[in-house]
């Protein structure tokens, strides 16, 4: 029987103990599992028989979460790592080799960016980077050698929709697969499975564990797929640690709470922050304002509960705002129960150039907030009072 979203957030993946009936699945903080006796070793080292050998090749922790998260995201198999940059390593590493080539969309993640520019092209796979949201763009990176176009939707900072659907018209015609980063959104909000993506990631640092507590990743797709990433993982090491996957599971079966919550906060603060006198322009997916609007309204079922807004008065605005406000946290991450706020023009990218900003979309008056779940009216309150400080 397959049940609605939020109730199997909640059952999903059965997680009760076999031996003693705990409701809570137990943690099998072991690195190692033993042997009755040398044949059965032999038989799970050569997978004639099932059974768990070593941690880093399988554990039950991360088993049932990988599990739970395909069925979440309507997939065949899935699997764990160790953060949301081991999923993006894995993704491009089971996807492409020397010699291949992939296309990213030019507002990824930072880290995501980074791997790119900075590891991948030194293995001698081809990368181009292009504005996903224009399918022109796309159609005209794509090359015999291509292999997977990697985008994340809505995209950091400015919230830009890339048209799943599109993309992977496009790429299918080239035999490329498809990748989602959909850890903005989560499939609360989001099932890039619909639209006919290949692969889904997640860094579940966020929404999935909702308590700023794990730094984790998932990767979800077809049984092949998965079973290949999986290897590679193995080898790598991009191991998650068990403890961390009993985390997850548990923030999984408040997801939909948290998500639902988060995301009326939002909508709520981007329509507040739309109409006050000290902010020059809000970007969030629900708000009519939103260049792609109707692309939202038509993928996604929710605006999800990241805004960015750009303050008239620039990169002193958002310093000022930083230091003034007292119940939003300075700090960087999303999909926490408590609300962090961040400048990335004097902090997460102080360090970059004037036209490197410009690249990455980032003017100086630009803030990021990423609402948690406490009540809206106080983060309204806080925000309003650090904004009339102000008298630059
Ligand atoms: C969209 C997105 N993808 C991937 C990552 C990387 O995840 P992690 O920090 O868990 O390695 C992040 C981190 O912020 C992210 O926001």
């Not at 003017?363 to 925000?383: K, N």
Request: overall charge negative; aromatic content about 8%; charged content about 20%.
């Amino acid at each position: 029987m397959k049940y609605r979203l939020e109730t199997e957030m909640v059952h999903g993946v059965h997680q009760t103990d076999p031996h003693t009936g705990a409701l809570s699945m137990p943690i099998y903080q072991t690195s190692t599992f033993v042997f009755k006796d040398s044949e059965q070793g032999a038989r799970r080292f050569k997978g004639e028989e099932s059974g768990y050998i070593y941690s880093r090749l399988g554990n039950p922790n991360t088993d049932v979460l990988g599990e739970k998260m395909a069925k979440l995201e309507g997939y065949e198999a899935g699997m764990v790592t160790g953060s949301g940059m081991a999923a993006v390593s894995n993704v491009i590493f089971a996807t492409a080799q020397a010699g291949d080539h992939i296309i990213i969309d030019d507002t990824v993640y930072g880290g995501t960016h980074y791997l790119v520019e900075d590891e991948i092209r030194h293995l001698s796979i081809e990368v181009s980077r292009v504005d996903a949201a224009d399918l022109n763009q796309v159609a005209k990176a794509m090359q015999k050698n291509t292999k997977m176009v990697l985008i994340e939707t809505p995209a950091n900072p400015t919230l830009k929709i890339i048209d799943i659907a599109g993309v992977v018209d496009i790429a299918h015609q080239g035999n490329a697969l498809v990748c989602v980063d959909n850890t903005f959104l989560t499939p609360c909000n989001q099932l890039p499975k619909k639209y006919g993506a290949d692969i889904v990631l997640h860094s579940a640092t966020k929404f999935i564990s909702g308590h700023g507590d794990v730094v984790a990743g998932v990767v979800v797709g077809q049984k092949d797929f998965i079973k290949k990433a999986f290897k590679i993982a193995t080898h790598y090491g991009w191991t998650l640690a068990p403890f961390n996957a009993w985390l997850l599971l548990r923030g999984l079966k408040t997801m939909a709470l948290r998500v639902e919550r988060s995301q009326e906060n939002s909508v709520q603060i981007a329509q507040w922050l739309e109409k006050h006198h000290a902010i020059e322009r809000v970007y969030y997916p629900f708000l009519e304002s939103h260049p792609q609007y109707e692309l939202a309204r038509r993928q996604q079922t929710g605006g999800g509960a990241v805004i960015a807004f750009e303050l008239k008065g620039g990169y002193e605005a958002g310093k000022f705002l930083m230091n003034n406000v007292k119940l939003c946290t300075l700090a960087v991450s999303l999909g926490d129960c408590d609300t962090l706020i961040q400048h990335p023009a004097s902090m997460t990218h102080a360090g970059m150039s004037e036209e490197a900003l410009k690249e990455a979309f980032i003017t100086p008056g630009m803030v990021r907030l990423a609402v948690g779940i406490e009540h809206v009216q106080d983060l309204i309150e806080d925000l309003d009072q650090a904004l009339v400080k102000y008298r630059g």
